[in-house]
């Protein structure tokens, strides 16, 4: 399935790959406690956790339609540079996330007063996100 020049099955398993990624990235394997303490989430307040959790299905919703444009966007420029290999996919994965997403997300901390630390997690998330994508859409033939 295809819409200008775009493979858009590849589109879908790449936005797909960055909700796997989030799960992970922010789970209890990984970065689940040093995120929740910088959001100011205290793991021990029950009430606060369910209040999370009910929010979270549309916060999953509206990540995965960001996921999903971000995909399309990273795969429409790997095409119309005609990138075929991957090196250079991950590499033009890697510029649009510290172009556009490093960026972004480091202005909004400053403004915002988040912790780098914080920071780090995030845009963390998302540079590996970026590079996942950019794997997958270069690598689908």
Known sequence: MHFHNINLLAVLVAAVSTMVVGFLWYSPLLFAKPWMKEMGYDPNDKAKMEEMKKSAGPAYGGS????????FILALFLHE???????IGLLVGFHAWLGFVATVQFTSALFTKQSMKLFGINTGYQLVCYLAMAAI???WT
């Open 81 to 87: 540079m005609r990138v075929e290999s991957l090196h």
């Open 64 to 71: 995965f339609l960001a996921s999903l444009i971000s995909a």
């Open 137 to 139: 859409l270069t690598g």
